[in-house]
């Protein structure tokens, strides 16, 4: 008997779901937030999970990207929505949605949808992304070779000039064959001994930690403190430097503690005949991964690439490169990337841009002031980058999405109408 779980915050729909799928012969489970949805997935591993996308805590969005990155996506999901979020069900597909459903729920349609995805065979995995495939580089070659010894010698390594998806690429690298994986950015509750005892021998990834809450930066402390006794490794990444997380609130001896051992990721300036193969297979990950369209590089699109100039800063220069590849898949209009394709998201010169001018008057207020106007600015830069598309948005800002709206509103950033849905 299969067993589906039912995740809404409303109980009537979840009732009605039930009765609707018990009838038909199914072992049915509800929950009503993301929290009980990752018990009930981490005890029961349900063969389908629809999921409704606006949930209290954390929204079904987040919850689908949670299980995609930490590989628990081992089972169809079939997202729920109403009208006005039919273009974020659609979009949740990317991410490993099976389907969606718009409510109010026809029962055919329910019962159809639910029949297609526990005959659907998903096929496997691929291996993720890492180090080893840009070995034809010899920087990053170089770069890999400093990485592992400086995780051969400590359990906490700390990745500087990189976050996200570049800094889950060095992550993967360090992870051994079929060794566990949690990403602790994840993970909104309490962190326990018996959730650290379930990674035994693994990886505990922080993505970016500029980008943790309150609750997230005390389960890195209690992590840390039990590294060595569960033979856990601990790789956190940050473009952000420890002072400025200083003043953002931290805890002083944690940072002293993820600052021990550091690895800067390396420049990319003075590579510019690399770039073109990096490029590529960053392409190929995003694609094979379903992240993207089918697209593939022109010849003059590399070339254009290999011209790009790069401050010989590694603080931001690996996201940057990450994040305009995948800008460029999700962008362009044909299966073939052009130069003209790169020219328009290329990024500005400092002296050119805007933004840069902007922001010298922020150097005459005081600093909470000051930080509030650049964040402003920042959203508002990212908003128009991403024509309004909220999903886009949280994931390049890194921020949750209920979390995400809240910080929009406090800012006052006016949101478009799609922002708005």
């Known amino acids: 008997m299969a067993i589906i779980l039912v995740v809404d915050d409303e109980v009537g729909i979840r009732e009605l779901l039930s009765e609707i799928l018990i009838d038909e012969g199914y072992d049915v489970r509800l929950a009503e937030n993301a929290a009980a949805a990752r018990r009930i997935r981490a005890e029961l591993r349900p063969d389908l ?33 109403g009208h006005g979020t039919i273009d974020t069900a659609v979009e949740a597909t990317r991410f490993g949605a099976f389907d969606f459903l718009e409510k109010p729920i026809a029962l055919q349609k329910l019962l159809g949808t639910v029949q297609k995805a526990l005959k659907h065979d998903k096929p496997p995995a691929r291996p993720p992304l890492t180090l080893e495939a840009f070995s034809r580089s010899a920087f990053v070659k170089e770069f890999k070779r400093r990485l592992e010894q400086a995780a051969a010698k400590s359990p906490t390594l700390l990745l500087k000039g990189a976050n996200g998806g570049m800094a889950e690429i060095c992550a993967r690298t360090l992870q051994p064959p079929r060794a566990p994986w949690l990403d602790l950015s994840s993970i909104s509750s309490a962190l326990t001994q018996e959730m650290l005892e379930k990674v035994t021998g693994g990886i505990l990834f922080v993505p970016d930690l500029s980008a943790l809450g309150k609750m997230q930066q005390m389960n890195l402390a209690f992590a840390v403190d039990r590294l060595e006794k569960l033979n856990l490794q601990l790789i956190a990444a940050t473009v952000a430097s420890l002072s400025v997380l200083g003043e953002a609130g931290w805890d002083s001896k944690l940072l002293a503690r993820l600052n021990e051992i550091w690895v800067a990721m390396p420049s990319l300036a003075g590579h510019g005949d690399e770039l073109p193969e990096i490029a590529s297979l960053l392409l ?18 590399l070339n254009a690439l290999r011209t790009m100039v790069w401050k010989n800063q590694p603080d931001s220069n690996w996201s940057d490169l990450y994040a305009l590849v995948r800008n460029l898949a999700v962008t362009s209009l044909d299966e073939e990337i052009s130069a003209e394709d790169v020219a328009r998201v290329r990024p500005q ?3 050119d841009s805007p933004e840069a001018v902007s922001l010298l008057p922020l150097f005459d207020q005081p600093l909470r002031e000051a930080r509030d106007a650049f964040e402003k600015m920042y959203f508002e830069h990212h908003l128009r980058l991403e024509g309004g598309n909220m999903t886009r948005l949280a994931e390049r800002s890194g921020l949750e999405r209920t979390h995400l709206y ?10 478009g109408k799609r922002g708005e849905e």
């Open 49 to 81: 999970v629809l999921l409704d996308i606006w949930m209290p805590d954390t929204d079904g969005i987040s919850l689908l990207k949670e299980w995609h990155a930490e590989g628990h996506l081992n089972m169809p999901v079939v997202m729920m929505s």
């Open 284 to 301: 190929t990950n995003f694609v094979e991964r379903g992240e993207v369209p089918v697209r593939r590089f022109s010849t003059a699109a």
């Open 349 to 351: 010169e400092a002296a």
């Open 406 to 415: 809240r910080k929009l509103k406090q800012l006052d950033v006016k949101l």
